[in-house]
């Protein structure tokens, strides 16, 4: 989620934070009323300016109307909240990340956690190195029916550049149904070819990620890719019970320059020809 101006502040410096904390400590109150409390601060605004930002704030849904009155959204309080808490998390495991010289261990309670960090991480490290090379290594296409509008412009991102690879060892009809939704975002992909391991695996520049899901969540996603004969069926399916199939999903993360190197090496040989 975006914000859509810096979060308020216990000592105002623009009409936004004069706004915000004036209806948060009385509401609901007209224009009148919120530009006269804002006057009674000190801050020098005029009326016009108040009643635009206003308007404004209201089209953005940070404020609501209660009849001639304004108060502040309260799904905006509740997703700003989130918003805060999920940049607390990432900032937590960026530092344990930098920190360690050895491998740490993330986990996460939640699928959509777990994919959101994951491709944040990915932008992260697409920073570092704008031409580097992201090879994914997977047992099936799942991770896209689990991500929100904001996610699917991060994989679009991720595979502009022509130089994101997926080695997915699915070869269910919904796995090659899911093909074609990667490569539209500039992915390459092979689909069908086993690579031996027990965990899904992300390499990018010297890290490398080594995913596992519980044996109750590997058997879910089994099945449900195998028993579906059309996308529909395996997002309803999936989305209907994944949430029911918990367990906590490890990533375990390390840098070895070398290892990385060999593993980039091992996948990219798939794509030789394509």
């Known amino acids: ?3 859509s101006f ?38 020098e605004v005029s009326y016009q300016a108040v009643h635009k930002k206003l308007k404004e704030l209201e089209k953005e849904s940070i404020l609501e109307r209660e009849g001639a009155k304004y108060k502040i959204n309260r799904d905006w309080i509740r997703n700003t909240k989130s918003f805060l808490e999920t940049m607390d998390k990432e900032l937590i495991k960026s530092a344990e990340k930098v920190k360690v010289n050895e491998a740490v261990c993330l986990s996460f309670d939640s ?22 090379i992201c090879i994914t290594c997977q047992k099936h296409f799942y991770w896209i029916l689990s991500v929100s509008k ?6 679009r991102r991720l595979g502009s550049c022509g130089k994101s690879y997926i080695v997915c060892e699915g070869k269910s009809l919904v796995d090659k ?13 092979v689909t069908g070819v086993s690579y031996s391991e027990n965990y899904d695996l992300v390499v990018y520049r010297d890290w490398i990620h080594q995913i596992f899901f519980s044996k109750k969540q590997r058997k879910f996603i089994e099945d449900v890719c195998n028993k579906a004969d059309t996308i529909e069926k395996f ?8 949430f029911e199939n918990k367990g906590p999903i490890k990533v375990i993360i390390f840098k070895d320059r070398e290892l990385a190197r060999q593993l980039r090496a091992d996948a990219l040989k798939h794509f030789e020809g394509k």
């Open 1 to 3: 989620m975006a914000l």
């Open 235 to 242: 997002a309803t399916e999936f989305h209907k019970n994944y």
């Open 150 to 155: 904001h996610d699917y412009d991060i994989l």
């Open 177 to 189: 149904l899911l093909c074609p939704i990667y490569e539209k975002f500039g992915w390459k992909v």
């Open 6 to 43: 810096q979060i308020p502040r216990a000592n105002p410096a623009s009409v936004e934070d004069y706004i915000i904390l004036s209806l948060s400590q009385k509401f609901p109150l007209s224009a009148k009323e919120i530009y006269a409390k804002i006057k009674r601060q000190g801050f």
């Open 111 to 132: 699928y959509h956690d777990f994919v959101t960090h994951m491709l944040e991480e990915f932008v992260k490290e697409r920073e570092q190195e704008p031409g580097g």
